[in-house]
């Protein structure tokens, strides 16, 4: 068999269904579309629940070998393949599930549905919709490229091996990501217990601690200009991520007073628990950036607390226990405000002693870097291969 078809040609009509319900005492493990890595593209947050209260969309039973496909916000391909120790359990109804036929390599199948051709043709069904969801039948309408089983072999056999090398890459910058709060506990102890008896101070005491701008200001007739600024999404835990930058229109006031200078921490005041003080450097040059009012700014007295010990302290045991304390909380969110992020007792090891753990810091940071290149070079040759294979 070769050319174009329809997958639906190529994989199994019936997958079967299970209820758990039905045995309310048995235990069962669970895969919603959540438990889904759509970076990974695998199966990272399966969880076991009891028959008596499986949710409702768990209905779709799933086999060794199955691609799964979320059919809610198709543009995040959030696919992956069902390993063996899965094998007979149950799937959201939120999901499409693809069971090969003897017409086409599960393997093959797989990485299909990872390719721009699938993702885009899927994509485009549902644009401009307030709720992006595909159905089954639109899925199963897809067309594949389909070679004869040899030729697919060979392709699986590329594309496993270029995988292979992203994965080692990226478990490779995992250990180096490791390695900072590792040396700070070598160096300092446990913040906690504080077991070398360091001073403690009050944030307020040792930095500047200012909240950012209000988007949606109005200015009347006085003269705007307009900047970079910073969101809560930009700030993640250790780093700033700078994909995607938004611009705010404000007084020039408002630059002078907030622009962003390298050394600055930024701090988030809440959201989800998850981004409840999470804490970055800043050491991007980008004129005039600004941060936004959920973001807090931290300008350390830097001869007492130096930049790069403050934010790995702020992933220590100590300052989160304190941030999830003190926080107005709500079901799912969690805020702090200025006076609790001032009040924050921080943990001053000697000034030398900090130096000498902020060259380790940069040492490691030069290491993750090139890792970064390294797997965005493996990456790009993966991509690559996968639309060699089945078009962009």
């Not at 705010?248 to 959201?271: H, K, N, R, Y």
């Amino acid at each position: 068999m070769s050319g174009v078809v329809k997958l639906r040609e190529v994989v199994l009509g019936a997958t079967g269904s299970q209820n758990p319900t039905k045995s309310p005492a048995e235990n069962f493990v669970y895969v919603d579309v959540a438990a889904v890595d759509n970076v990974e593209k695998s199966i990272t947050g399966a969880r076991t629940v009891i028959g008596a209260e499986a949710p409702s969309r768990a209905r779709k039973l799933i086999r060794r070998g199955d691609i799964l496909v979320s059919t809610v916000r198709p543009n995040l391909n959030a696919v992956a393949q069902v390993p063996s120790e899965l094998d007979g359990q149950v799937a959201s109804t939120g999901f499409c599930v693809l069971r090969a036929s003897d017409k086409v390599l599960p393997e093959y199948l797989f990485y299909f549905t990872r390719s721009k051709p699938f993702v885009n043709g899927l994509s485009a069904l549902v644009a401009g919709a307030l709720y992006p969801a595909v159905s089954d039948s639109q899925v199963l309408d897809q067309a594949l490229p389909i070679p004869p089983l040899p030729e697919q072999r060979r392709i699986v056999d590329l594309l496993s091996r270029a995988e292979g090398i992203v994965r080692l890459r990226r478990e490779a910058e995992k250990k180096a990501s490791e390695l900072i709060p590792a040396l700070f506990l070598d160096m300092f102890g446990d913040p906690e217990t504080n077991p070398k008896g360091w001073p403690e101070q009050r944030l307020g005491d040792i930095a500047a601690v200012v909240s950012g701008v209000t988007k949606g200001r109005k200015f009347g007739d006085k003269p705007t200009v307009e900047v970079p600024y910073l969101r809560v999404a930009n700030v993640q835990a250790g780093h700033v991520d700078l994909s995607v930058v938004k611009t705010i229109e404000v007084l020039p006031q408002d630059v002078q007073q907030l622009a962003l200078q390298s050394g600055d921490v930024v701090l988030t005041e809440g959201g989800d628990f998850d981004k409840l003080g999470r804490g970055a450097l800043w050491e991007h040059d980008i004129p005039n950036c600004i941060h936004q009012n959920h973001v807090f700014r931290v300008r350390l007295d830097k001869s007492i607390a130096l930049p790069e010990f403050f934010v790995t302290y702020l992933q220590a045991g100590k300052a989160r226990e304190y941030f999830i304390r003190c926080a107005k909380k709500t079901t799912n969110l969690a805020s702090i405000n200025m006076t609790q992020l001032r009040n924050l007792p921080v943990v001053l090891p000697a000034l030398q002693a900090q130096q000498s753990f902020v060259n380790r810091f940069r040492d490691v940071r030069s290491i993750q870097s090139q890792q970064s290149t390294a797997t965005g070079k493996a990456q790009a040759t993966f991509d690559a291969l996968l639309a060699q294979a089945f078009g962009n």
